[in-house]
């Protein structure tokens, strides 16, 4: 989904401009090949790049963590100039400074984002309903206010939800993520263009019966 969707989105460069990525996964998905395969799951982030569609240095990933890639891949990541977060990284430093980096990064290089999230950045103890689930993911609240500040502070022009696999779900919890992390994309969005007509400007503080 998320190779033919940016895709698509960079070949509109005249009218966003330069296209970046911001992708919220588990997993790289930088690989060049699995299982004798050039084109699966695991590789969509490398095909964007190979093919020239997003530059390597406007491309943002959060949640990485596990055995995967290896050193041959993660040294291809860098000479792209690729941006990772590990989930170790984000620990140590904290998710907001990481995300208030990533924005900074964001705005520095590119005109438009194209947001993608594979479920499976979330700890599958919140997400289980994902084909590579991997511990020690993020929250469904860490990834619920982030996709939203994100939507809210860059220009947003695309936005996909992957990987989430109803038969490994438990009480479709994993559905309903899924479902409310495009709700707070468009949420943010909105109110995005909302304070840019009004002259306002969002206060994710503000108690919710204020000014009702």
């Excluded at 033919?4 to 690989?31: L, Y």
């Excluded at 969509?44 to 990485?64: C, K, T, Y």
Aim: with cysteine; net charge negative; hydrophobic share 40%.
């Amino acid at each position: 989904v998320t190779w033919p969707n940016v895709t698509g989105v960079a070949r509109g460069a005249d009218m966003w401009g330069r296209v970046g990525v911001i992708h919220f996964d588990a997993h790289a998905d930088t690989g060049d090949i699995a299982f004798g395969s050039l084109v699966g799951h695991g590789q969509p982030m490398r095909l964007l790049i190979d093919s020239g569609a997003v530059r390597g240095d406007r491309f943002i990933q959060v949640g990485l963590r596990g055995y995967w890639p290896p050193p041959d891949i993660l040294d291809w990541m860098a000479a792209q100039g690729m941006r990772s977060y590990e989930m170790t990284e984000i620990v140590h430093r904290g998710l907001k400074e990481c995300i208030d980096e990533a924005i900074e990064l964001a705005l520095q290089e590119c005109d438009a984002i194209y947001l993608s999230v594979d479920i499976d950045v979330v700890d599958p103890g919140s997400a289980p309903g994902t084909g590579t689930p991997e511990p020690g993911g993020l929250t469904s609240r860490e990834l619920l206010d982030t996709v939203r500040r994100m939507a809210y502070q860059l220009p947003i022009v695309g936005v996909d939800v992957v990987e989430v696999s109803p038969p490994y779900d438990h009480a479709d919890i994993t559905a309903l993520l899924g479902n409310r992390v495009v709700l707070e994309v468009l949420s943010g969005m909105a109110r995005r263009r909302k304070d840019a007509r009004d002259g306002t400007t969002w206060n994710p503080g503000q108690p919710i019966l204020d000014g009702r």
